[in-house]
């Protein structure tokens, strides 16, 4: 798959819920405080602190061979030192360029062709999706063309990791692409832009059953999932399986409008509890729909894929098919530090479901537990074969078996 981040912070516009400001997760939930806290450079309490690191980095710059006063980065090492040191995975400084990328990239653009690309077998790469109104699409690529050579270099042997270390993905650059397409060899050159990838995925599964995959909650998720349900209903959909396996996450604001979209109005989605015990609820602000449902998950779904588990499972609002998920129940929240423009992002809060579960390093184990094959690890959520997918088979029958009661 070409890189793409599943962060979640985003300025694609002012959410609808009372007080929201910026959030963005790497992995997860996270949120800004609702009063915007400036963070003095190098975050020292005491004047003791404060010698002593300008010490530090006064041995560094007079001593150090190859130091460069134009591009001195001591003081972000310094600040990235600090939140490393508090042994918390989801802990982390960005510098102002970092931190503006992520933005960038949970906004739901980035530059690329606008492919997915999954290995099938060694040296064996096959085009799953071709994003609209992208390069790719624009070209001629096709869903289901297997490509056998990028920019010179052929597929025989490599992994896909390696493989697409030969794609020219920033802004212009130019990619001529080999794919095999029903048995005949066909050449394209396609080239990368900036451009939107889309969260969601939809389809009809059968005459009456809509199926929805959800990839991460970033970018116009929101708009797309009501969209991708309002098709789904003109083609006749009765009942959703609503798939978000493989969904590592994102913005807290995002999963609490989807859960407003399946639960009645005025019904707890999570409460956010901070070390001091401060505890706010989130609501649901509308009636949702009322059809049947099937939620499929599985250990790489994470955070708000938790979070909206969590809810749609207390309310009786879904089924819980696959296996149980990653237990991610923590929120971490940016802190700009007004002199280097970069963002430190710490844990600050833990999240509950609405019987009052914190699924930290517990996850939440669905309704029915349903193992898929090994094989079919090798494909996207999404696009598993069905003959693979017992999972899905199992949403199917599920749902079928309701829908007839």
């Known amino acids: 798959m ?4 599943s962060n979640s912070v985003s300025e694609k516009k002012q959410p609808k819920r009372l007080n929201r400001v910026l959030l963005g997760v790497v992995w997860g939930l996270s949120i800004l405080l609702t009063a915007v806290v400036t963070v003095a450079v190098l975050l020292f309490s005491g004047k003791e602190e404060t010698t002593i690191l300008r010490e530090a980095m006064e041995i560094i710059r007079s001593n150090f061979y190859f130091y460069e006063k134009e ?22 400084y960005y510098s102002a360029e970092e931190y503006a990328e992520l933005t960038k990239s949970n906004s739901g653009y980035y530059t690329g062709i606008g492919i997915v690309l999954q290995q099938r077998d060694v040296g064996q790469f096959e085009i799953i999706q071709v994003y609209p109104g992208t390069p790719a699409e624009e070209a001629g690529l096709l869903s289901g063309d297997r490509v056998t050579e990028l920019n010179g270099v052929k597929a025989d042997g490599l992994d896909l990791g390696t493989f697409l270390n030969a794609m020219h993905a920033e802004d212009g650059g130019r990619n001529e692409m080999l794919v095999l397409r029903d048995g005949t060899e066909l050449s394209f050159t396609v080239t990368a832009r900036e451009i939107y990838a889309p969260t969601v995925t939809y389809r009809m599964q059968t005459d009456s059953i809509g199926y929805l995959h959800l990839n991460g909650f970033r970018g116009d998720c929101v708009t797309e999932v009501k969209e991708a349900i309002e098709a789904l209903r003109e083609q006749g959909m009765q009942s959703l399986i609503f798939d978000v396996r493989d969904n590592p996450g994102g913005s807290l604001y995002d999963v609490c409008d989807i859960a407003d979209l399946f639960l009645p109005k005025g019904l707890v989605i999570t409460s956010l509890r901070s ?14 729909y009322v059809f049947p449902m099937v939620l499929l ?55 509950y479901t609405p019987s009052g579960v914190c699924i930290q390093g517990e996850g939440i184990e669905p309704d029915e537990t349903v193992e898929n094959p090994e094989n079919a690890r090798m494909y996207a959520a999404a696009n598993i074969p069905l003959e693979l997918d017992l999972q899905l088979q199992k949403a199917i029958a599920y749902l079928s078996e309701n829908a007839a009661a």
């Open 2 to 5: 070409e890189t793409l981040q």
């Open 71 to 92: 591009s001195d980065t001591l003081v972000d090492g310094a600040i990235a030192g600090m939140t490393k040191s508090l042994n918390d995975t989801y802990s982390q």
């Open 275 to 288: 070390r001091t015990d401060r505890q706010k609820d989130y609501k649901t602000e509308q009636e949702g």
């Open 297 to 351: 998950v599985n250990e790489n779904s994470a955070s708000a894929s938790e979070l909206l588990s969590g809810a749609l499972r207390d309310h009786d609002r879904a089924h819980l098919i696959g296996t149980r998920t990653f237990g991610k129940g923590i929120v971490q929240s940016y802190f700009p530090v007004a002199g280097t423009g970069g963002y430190i992002k710490i844990t600050t809060e833990a999240y």
